[in-house]
């Protein structure tokens, strides 16, 4: 099996499509914690954790863009957001 390389336009796109969904991301966290008035130490947190994992995946090279069991996390809440969602 021939592995496929990871071109330069491939990582740009990447990064395009990384780039759309963290804005996603940001904007829904910023309505959610406008919707219920989250206090401003709340938010300048979440700022600022959300600057930093940003920066840090568009400062990542093709080598670094590896699987990574982190993720594993994530996936764990979700599963939890969505097995509590679905008790209402």
Avoid: C, W
């Avoid at 989250?38 to 600022?48: F, K, R, S």
Wanted: glycine share 2%.
């Amino acid at each position: 099996m021939m592995k496929r390389k990871f071109t330069q336009s491939k990582h740009a796109a990447a990064q395009s499509t990384l780039a759309a969904a963290f804005h996603e991301v940001t904007l829904a966290i910023a309505g959610l914690l406008e919707l219920h008035n989250a206090n401003p130490a709340l938010t300048q947190a979440t700022t600022a954790t959300l600057k930093r994992v940003y920066r840090s995946h568009l400062a990542r090279t093709k080598q670094d863009a590896k699987a990574s069991t982190a993720f594993t996390a994530l996936y764990e809440l979700a599963r939890e957001m969505a097995e509590v969602g679905s008790k209402k």
